[in-house]
């Protein structure tokens, strides 16, 4: 059973770092959200998968994914998750590089051309890498109806798949952990 406190907890304990970072997007950032140190702990990733199938009751979906290697464990957490809910589910995994061999593929796993699927990703800033992983999916052929993250950062993520129509949902925002976000 979710539980949003203990999921607090366990980001605070174990992801959030102050410090002077540089991230993914290139902005400077006085914090950073280490969400592997979550994603990749059994009771954080049973709260986070609690927590996305919680957030995604009915929204109409078949597929569950996103960018390696941020997404893996999340999709791994929410398809066992869902298995023990009754759920059917397929997962996948989008490449940053086309397989070099065999298929040659960006998107990994059982999904279909014309599947409705929701993207994850841990932390979104921008949105950038999430937004990439939108893109091979809609090339492959799905139709992304959701997207979701773990903790929004407030900088611009939500807005960048809303502009692709793609409604947005985070279990947090960085203002649940007291952190003040600044315009850019």
Do not use: W
């Not at 999921?7 to 605070?12: G, P, S």
Request: hydrophobic share 40%; net charge negative; glycine share 14%.
């Amino acid at each position: 059973m979710y539980n949003r406190a203990r999921l607090m907890e366990l980001i605070r304990e174990r992801a959030l770092q102050f410090g002077d970072f540089t991230l993914a997007s290139g902005r400077k950032s006085a914090y950073y959200l280490d969400g592997k140190q979550v994603t990749l702990h059994a009771e954080g990733v049973l709260q986070i998968s609690e927590g996305i199938l919680d957030l995604l009751r009915g929204v109409d979906y078949s597929g569950f994914g996103g960018m390696s290697i941020g997404a893996d464990p999340i999709v791994g957490g929410v398809l066992a998750t869902a298995a023990t809910q009754n759920i059917e589910l397929h997962g996948f995994l989008v490449r940053r590089e086309a397989k070099g061999h065999g298929t040659k593929k960006y998107v990994e796993g059982p999904v279909q051309p014309g599947d409705r699927v929701v993207i994850v990703d841990d932390v979104v800033t921008t949105g950038g890498s999430s937004i990439e992983a939108v893109e091979r999916v809609e090339e492959f052929g799905c139709r992304v109806v959701h997207a979701i993250g773990i903790v929004d950062r407030l900088q611009g993520g939500r807005e960048a798949f809303e502009a692709r129509g793609i409604p947005f949902s985070a279990l947090f925002t960085v203002q649940d952990f007291g952190i003040e976000v600044f315009p850019q």
